[in-house]
């Protein structure tokens, strides 16, 4: 059982439809992290958020916004996307942000696999 | 930018065959952790290196890192069909929090 949970696991919508991915943890952890990941390819990160506040985002799209309403919650929202955004989606988190090299471990959850027609 | 190399894509081996993966960068790693995703699940944590020639063991699973602290390996002894997935070493980026994973290798297991 992963300590990371996310809904729902899948989610299948059209291209003008607005939705959102939830992510919930309760390891007290305060970094927060969005990833998406492609068949056969490793994670792609998209947004860490810090305390709730943002600190990376990889140049995503504006129809991938992000929202951290607490320390346990992540939410993704999405709105008009295109039909190579469909993928698996994952969130995770860890203990703290780390910083000049040092890592973290992170914890992922089970994903929302995304398909848009 | 900064990358991971990780070798090889794929690997199929017999059940009980040893089974290596290896990760190298450019640029030396202040640390390197490895993560396993199984078929239709999350990446899971497998351990973090930090030390220069680092060896740490976890049952079957041998995990080293390099002198030079710019390469690192996985070796599993003894193949079961529950090693079955796919390895990734990940590495820190420019900014806090950030992994650069490697490609991965998908290691599948004949029973």
């Known amino acids: 059982d992963t300590e990371v949970t996310q809904t729902p696991k899948h989610l299948v919508m059209g291209m003008t439809n607005k939705k959102s991915l939830k992510c919930e943890q309760h390891?007290?952890?305060?970094?927060m992290y969005w990833y998406k990941q492609k068949a056969k390819k490793p994670p792609e990160l998209m947004f860490v958020?810090?305390?709730?506040?943002?600190?990376i985002n990889e140049s995503v799209p504006s129809r991938f916004s992000p929202e951290c309403p607490n320390s346990s919650l992540l939410n993704l929202h999405l709105h008009a996307l295109q039909p190579e955004d469909s993928a698996l989606y994952l969130c995770?988190?860890?203990?703290?942000?780390?910083?000049?090299?040092?890592?973290?471990?992170?914890?992922f959850g089970d994903g929302t696999r995304l398909s848009i027609l | 930018g900064q990358q991971v190399m990780q070798i090889p894509q794929y690997q199929h081996v017999q059940e009980g065959e040893d089974f290596t993966t290896y990760c190298n960068s450019s640029?030396?790693?202040?640390?390197i952790q490895w993560y396993k995703q199984r078929p239709g699940g999350h990446p899971v944590f497998l351990i973090q290196?930090?030390?220069?020639?680092e060896v740490k063991k976890q049952k079957r699973l041998t995990f080293q890192f390099g002198e030079a602290k710019k390469n690192s390996s996985l070796h599993i002894t003894a193949t079961q069909t529950t090693d079955v997935g796919t390895y990734f070493c990940?590495?820190?980026?420019?900014?806090?929090?950030?992994?650069?994973f490697g490609q991965g290798t998908e290691l599948s297991v004949k029973p």
């Open positions: 990940a590495g820190p980026g420019n900014q806090g929090g950030k992994l650069i």
């Open positions: 995770a988190s860890s203990q703290r942000l780390g910083g000049n090299g040092d890592l973290a471990p992170q914890h």
């Open positions: 390891m007290g952890h305060r970094a």
């Open positions: 290196l930090v030390k220069s020639g």
């Open positions: 640029t030396t790693l202040s640390n």
């Open positions: 958020y810090s305390y709730e506040k943002l600190s």
